[in-house]
């Protein structure tokens, strides 16, 4: 899926920093972050609209969206939990029928 | 707010045999809302497998069909004969008519297909 690129694909972290990346070549509006923990189904992180934060789920602090042009979505993630373990998606949409979502980041903590 | 319910989490299915998998939602929107089916198979990301933003209209791909019911709000998906390569996890979700909400999903349905 070349239409919305996501790096890194796999991530294993201590206790440390990291970003993760993606961009949409759609000219979508809207662009997403969604958590997969195993077993779960996608739970929606944050929403950017037009590069305006608009809806901020219940998610811890150390993490960070960032929207720093309307094609590319990065989120900051500070100390990282084991909790956090989990598929990290990003998606954009233009309208509310037009989904699409990256490949994911596998992010192993340990 | 809105909800997505797959009744089953697990289906194991002999190949060319039928599945169907049960999806019902609600919604406080007074908009109907749209509909999706997600497949994810092992090791890959999330893909769209159909889509439905018509009430009463059928959807369908790579053999599978759901059919919109806004009286039972059902969305069910449905094959008739299925193959070993349909075995993956398979996610009904509700997007409203504000996008600026994102979907909401069930919790899966894991799809098991032997020879």
């Known amino acids: 899926n070349t239409k919305i690129t996501q790096s890194p694909r796999y991530l294993i972290l201590g206790r440390a920093n990291k970003s993760l990346e993606c961009e949409q070549h759609?000219?979508?509006?809207?662009m997403y972050w969604y958590k997969q923990s195993a077993e779960k189904p996608p739970e929606l992180m944050f929403l950017y609209n037009l590069k305006q934060l608009i809806r901020n789920e219940t998610v811890p602090s150390r993490f960070i969206p960032e929207c720093p042009d309307s094609s590319k979505l990065l989120l900051h993630i500070s100390a990282v939990d084991p909790e956090d373990s989990a598929v990290y998606f990003c998606?954009?949409?233009?309208?509310?029928?037009?989904?699409?979502f990256g490949s994911g980041t596998r992010l192993l903590v340990i | 707010g809105d909800s997505v319910t797959q009744t089953e989490g697990q289906v194991t299915v002999s190949e060319s045999k039928s599945l169907i998998i049960n999806c019902t939602y609600s919604t406080t929107s007074i908009a109907y809302p749209n509909l999706f089916w997600y497949v994810r198979y092992p090791g890959e990301g999330l893909q769209l497998l159909l889509k439905v933003i018509t009430a009463g209209q059928k959807g369908s791909s790579r053999g599978f069909e759901a059919t919109y019911n806004k009286e039972t709000t059902s969305f069910h998906l449905q094959k008739a004969s299925v193959q070993e390569s349909d075995s993956a996890v398979y996610y009904c979700?509700?997007?409203?008519?504000?996008?600026?909400?994102?979907?909401?999903f069930g919790l899966g349905t894991r799809v098991s297909v032997f020879p």
């Open positions: 998606a954009s949409s233009s309208g509310n029928s037009d989904y699409t």
């Open positions: 759609l000219g979508h509006n809207a």
């Open positions: 979700a509700l997007g409203v008519n504000n996008y600026a909400q994102g979907l909401t």
